[in-house]
Nanobody, 114 residues
Framework: QVQLVESGGGLVQAGGSLRLSCAVY????????MGWYRQAPGKQRELVAR???????NYADSVKGRFTISRDNAKNTMYLQMNSLKPEDTAVYYC????????WGQGTQVTVSS
């Protein structure tokens, strides 16, 4: 059974920082590329960042230079460090494998006030 548990979201002012965590259960975590996704109201879910099993990362242009994705394979956990947050970063953030599979966690809400 696959379980994805996101945490770390919250309310922050523009320019602030948050660190999201994703605890992964039920997959061979160390063998899978992973991704952080987000969905804002009225918009489709989009890929924010992805990371290979060895730690190579790619980012959407909208977050490049501000967000950092990382993983700890020993802990089956993935992270997203978000700095210089903007109101347009407001969304529910989800983790999943990359490419995304059909299972999703509850997500964690990130709200950035102006």
């Amino acid at each position: 059974q696959v379980q994805l548990v996101e945490s770390g979201g919250g309310l922050v002012q523009a320019g602030g920082s948050l660190r999201l965590s994703c605890a992964v259960y039920g997959i061979f975590f160390s063998l899978n590329a992973m991704g952080w996704y987000r969905q804002a109201p009225g918009k489709q879910r989009e890929l924010v960042a992805r990371i290979t099993p060895s730690g190579r990362a790619n980012y959407a242009d909208s977050v490049k230079g501000r967000f950092t994705i990382s993983r700890d394979n020993a802990k089956n956990t993935m992270y997203l460090q978000m700095n210089s947050l903007k109101p347009e970063d407001t969304a529910v953030y989800y983790c999943n494998v990359w490419p995304a599979a059909g299972y999703w966690g509850q997500g964690t809400q990130v709200t950035v006030s102006s």
